[in-house]
């Protein structure tokens, strides 16, 4: 079974600051998949950011990186830079490639607001 | 447009109606997911297609979900004598290749959702 914990209900950031948005998971297969996606108020969500379980190098995607701890099974997403437009819920997913899992399992998510 | 489509975008049910949600995935794609959001917490998951092909069907709730992608293409999820517990977003996703997962090439691209009330 997988699961993924994001204990940070909502979290306020400065415009122009960097924030954190926390991340741990649970599986037991060897070899998965880590995502985080964006969910702006129309409802859609938007890929951010991937990373590997084998990847050595953490993720970066523009104003987004992943800090992949893996000992720790934590995959925080970091923010650069926040702007308006990021004020969104932000969701950690994760899938599994042992299992043959292909959805993803999502954590309950993290709904930050930046402030001007 | 290029994107995932989903039809309609808000469903008002009377307990018991049955409805019927449709799904346009990215032309080409060839996994199709459908996914369930309660109000404040994260998607889960429903049913999974590959073409035609229904791999996975774990997540369905009650036999009252039906699901269907008779073309490899655009899909449909049936909810029969819908509840109250029934109401949620439904979400659907595509992707290009068959495992499902980004990075790969197979990121997982998401409809707007459907908004079903039922009352």
């Known amino acids: 079974a997988q699961k993924i914990t994001q204990t940070q209900p909502g979290m306020f950031v400065q415009e122009k600051e960097a924030v954190t948005l926390d991340c741990t998971y649970d599986t037991s297969d060897q070899s998965y998949g880590l995502f985080w996606y964006k969910q702006p108020s129309s409802g859609e969500m938007i890929f951010l950011i991937y990373?590997?379980?084998?990847?050595?190098q953490n993720a970066t995607e523009g104003r987004y990186s992943l800090n992949f701890q893996k000992a720790r099974k934590s995959a925080n997403l970091v923010i650069s830079a926040s702007q308006l437009g990021d004020s969104a819920m932000y969701f950690c997913a994760m899938s599994g490639r042992d299992t043959g899992r292909r959805a993803l399992t999502f954590g309950s998510g993290t709904r930050l607001q930046v402030q001007p | 447009g290029a994107g995932v489509s989903q039809s309609p975008r808000y469903k008002v049910a009377k307990r018991g109606q049955d409805v019927a949600l449709r799904c346009d995935p990215i032309?080409?794609?060839?996994?199709l997911f459908w996914y369930q959001q309660a109000l404040g917490q994260g998607p889960e998951f429903l049913t999974y297609f590959q073409n035609e092909a229904q791999l996975d069907k774990s997540g369905l709730p009650s036999d009252r979900f039906f699901a269907e992608r008779p073309e490899g293409s655009v899909s449909t999820l049936k909810i029969q004598r819908t509840q109250q517990e029934d109401s949620a977003v439904y979400l659907c996703a595509s992707s290009a290749g068959i495992a499902g997962l980004a990075g790969e090439g197979n990121e997982q691209f998401f409809g707007p959702g459907t908004r079903l009330t039922v009352l």
């Open positions: 990373q590997g379980s084998y990847d050595e």
């Open positions: 032309s080409g794609h060839v996994s």
